[in-house]
Nanobody
Framework: QVQLVESGGGLVQPGGSLRLSCALSGSIFRFYAMGWYRQAPGKQRELVASITSGGSTNYVDSVKGRFTISRDNAKLYLQMNSLKPEDTAVYYC???????????????WGQGTQVTVSS
C-alpha cells in the first residue's frame, strides 16, 4: 500500500521561506512523476511544480524563480522562497506510478499540509 505524507507547512511572513517534504512509503514498480499541487479557499486545485523520473522539472508561472522541486529516493521536496500571501493554500504531494508489475498507472495523493503567508 502506497502512502504519501506531507510535512513542513506552517505560518510564515511575506518574503519568508518554507521547505515542504513528502515521504513515500510502500514500494512501486515504476515511477513516472511526482508533483506538488495546492488549493486555496474558493479556488480549484492547481499544479505548482512537477518532476519526472529523469529529473525534468516544470513550474506554474506564478512560482517560477521562487520555488524549487527536488527528489531523492522516497522523498519529494518543495523549497519555497520569497513567499507571498497569494501562496497561502493547502499543498498536496502527488505521485504518478505503476505500483505492481501488472497493474495500471495510478495517481496517489497525500493528506496535504497548510501553508499560510501572512504578517
Amino acid at each position: 500500500q502506497v502512502q504519501l505524507v506531507e510535512s513542513g507547512g506552517g505560518l510564515v511572513q511575506p518574503g519568508g521561506s518554507l521547505r515542504l517534504s513528502c515521504a513515500l512509503s510502500g514500494s512501486i514498480f515504476r515511477f513516472y512523476a511526482m508533483g506538488w499541487y495546492r488549493q486555496a479557499p474558493g479556488k480549484q486545485r492547481e499544479l505548482v511544480a512537477s518532476i519526472t523520473s529523469g529529473g525534468s522539472t516544470n513550474y506554474v508561472d506564478s512560482v517560477k524563480g521562487r520555488f524549487t522541486i527536488s527528489r531523492d529516493n522516497a522523498k519529494l521536496y518543495l523549497q519555497m522562497n520569497s513567499l507571498k500571501p497569494e501562496d497561502t493554500a493547502v499543498y498536496y504531494c502527488n505521485l504518478e506510478a505503476v505500483v505492481t508489475m501488472t497493474g495500471p498507472r495510478t495517481s496517489h495523493w497525500g493528506q496535504g499540509t497548510q501553508v499560510t503567508v501572512s504578517s
